[in-house]
């Protein structure tokens, strides 16, 4: 089915450690891939996002790797501080690059990343 | 920089009752969506816009629902006749039309249906 779902539902890290959240997808159709950050009573963050033709990406102190063989990406946040304290979502989503498509979003259902002091 | 906004932050309604709900999109975006996320669970999409028409919808999104884009800034949600399960956060989202297909997300109108 179409469906993208999270392996851990919570996460508890050290500041300054680094947090790693996993994400598993099923549609094989899926060519583009978001990270999204909820903080309470906030809208979706946008944090990094990948296309299927590459395997990993990296932005300031966030690095996504897609795993195409297994459906799987991750998240890696580099050196976690308490303001990365929020629910973190992935989503997918599939259709015409050329941009003629909705491209409506799938999400997963989150994990919880807590940063203890 | 530029932020999709909502209207209003929260709104409590009784079943049965009319609700409109306001988004105004990132101003040179032109697909525009809502989604929903009811309490503790993931975030679901319910319709997407472009050109002044519905172009998908979800199996959520059903007669009661309805999208308006009434001019060139704003996008509304209505939901006709309220059901206590539609208390939830609606998300309203805009994107360009570009290869840059990131959906930028409002902060959401929390529904509360009594």
């Known amino acids: 089915g179409e469906s993208v779902g999270l392996h851990l539902p919570t996460l508890s890290v050290q500041e300054g450690d680094n947090s790693i959240i996993n994400c598993a997808y099923s549609?094989?159709?899926?060519?583009?891939f978001i990270w999204y950050k909820q903080e309470s009573g906030k809208g979706p963050q946008f944090i990094i996002d990948?296309?299927?033709?590459?395997d990993k990406r990296q932005g300031q102190r966030v690095t996504v790797l897609l795993n195409k063989t297994v459906k799987h990406l991750s998240l890696q946040i580099a050196a976690t501080q308490p303001g990365d304290s929020a629910v973190y979502f992935c989503?997918?989503?599939?259709?015409?690059?050329?941009?003629?498509?909705?491209?409506?979003?799938?999400f997963g259902k989150g994990t919880l990343l807590t940063v203890n002091p | 920089e530029p932020e999709v906004t909502q209207t209003p932050s929260h709104q409590v309604t009784q079943m049965g009752q009319e609700v409109i709900l306001r988004c105004v999109p990132i101003?040179?975006?032109?697909?525009f969506y809502w989604y929903r996320q009811i309490l503790g669970q993931k975030v679901e999409f319910l319709v997407s816009?472009?050109?002044?028409?519905?172009?998908?919808k979800s199996e959520i999104f059903d007669d009661q629902f309805s999208v308006e884009r009434p001019d060139g800034s704003n996008f509304t949600l209505k939901i006709r006749s309220t059901k206590l399960e539609d208390s939830a956060m609606y998300f309203c989202?805009?994107?360009?039309?570009?290869?840059?297909?990131?959906?930028?997300f409002g902060p959401g109108t929390r529904l509360t249906v009594l």
């Open positions: 989202a805009s994107r360009t039309s570009g290869k840059t297909d990131t959906q930028y």
């Open positions: 549609n094989s159709a899926s060519d583009y």
């Open positions: 816009f472009y050109n002044n028409e519905i172009s998908e």
């Open positions: 989503a997918e989503n599939w259709g015409d690059q050329s941009g003629g498509s909705n491209y409506k979003l799938t």
């Open positions: 990948i296309r299927s033709n590459m």
């Open positions: 101003s040179n975006h032109l697909y």
